[in-house]
Structures are given as C-alpha cells and as structure tokens.
C-alpha cells in the first residue's frame, strides 16, 4: 500500500510563499505521477497541478499558472509545490495524490492513493 504524507502548510499573509512537500512510502515512486489538488470549505477538490513521473511534464490549473511550481525529487520520493504570491482565495487543505499512469492527470479520478492533506491558509 503507497501512502502519502502531507506537510508544509501553515498561515501565511496574502503576498507570502509556502511549500509543501508530500512524502511518499513506496519502492516504486518514480514509477508514479503525482498530483496536487485543493479544498476549500464548501467547495469540491479542484486540481491544481501535476507531474509526471520522470518529472519532465507539469500541468497547472489555470489559477496556479505563474505563481505555484511542482516539482519531485526521485530520491527522496518526494514531490514538492512551491506556492509564490498567495492569495486569499488559495485558502485550502491541499492535497497530494499518486497514480501510475500519464493521461488525465487532472483528473481526481484517475488517483489511486491520496494523502490526508495540509492546511493553507492565506490572510489577506
């Protein structure tokens, strides 16, 4: 069984950085994409970003473009989401997930693990 765990996420003020990182428990990580998703209260889970297993393709929601960055590192099994100029509305618990294929990735759907996600909170 893969787990992941999310950590970094705190209160920062609108304008602040944040990264959080997601650790991830198996032999086989590169052999996983990985996907950042967010939710806000009331809201449903939204995509964020994501990135494929060789770290050579990233994709971004349209309102990550610009300010938040994925990346992994192989050999930490570890993948990353740097978060530059938040906004309020960024406010969320962020959630990392994993799946071994490469279509679709922003699509919840097709994840098969799932952390149990940070909390960002942005003050304006």
């Known amino acids: 069984q893969v787990q992941l765990v999310e950590s970094g996420g705190g209160l920062v003020q609108a304008g602040g950085s944040l990264r959080v990182s997601c650790a991830v428990s198996?032999?086989?990580?590169?052999?996983?994409?990985m996907g950042w998703f967010r939710q806000a209260p009331g809201k449903e889970r939204e995509f964020v970003a994501a990135?494929?297993?060789?770290?050579?393709?990233?994709y971004y929601a349209d309102a990550a473009k610009g300010r938040f960055t994925i990346s992994r590192d192989n050999a930490k099994n570890t993948v990353y989401l740097q978060m530059n100029s938040l906004k309020p509305e960024d406010t969320a618990v962020y959630y990392c997930?994993?799946?071994?294929?490469?279509?679709?990735?922003?699509?919840?759907?097709?994840?098969?693990?799932w952390g149990q996600g940070t909390q960002v909170t942005v003050s304006s």
């Open positions: 198996t032999r086989t990580f590169s052999l996983y994409a």
């Open positions: 997930a994993a799946e071994r294929g490469q279509y679709r990735l922003q699509d919840p759907g097709v994840y098969d693990f």
């Open positions: 990135i494929n297993q060789s770290g050579g393709v990233r």
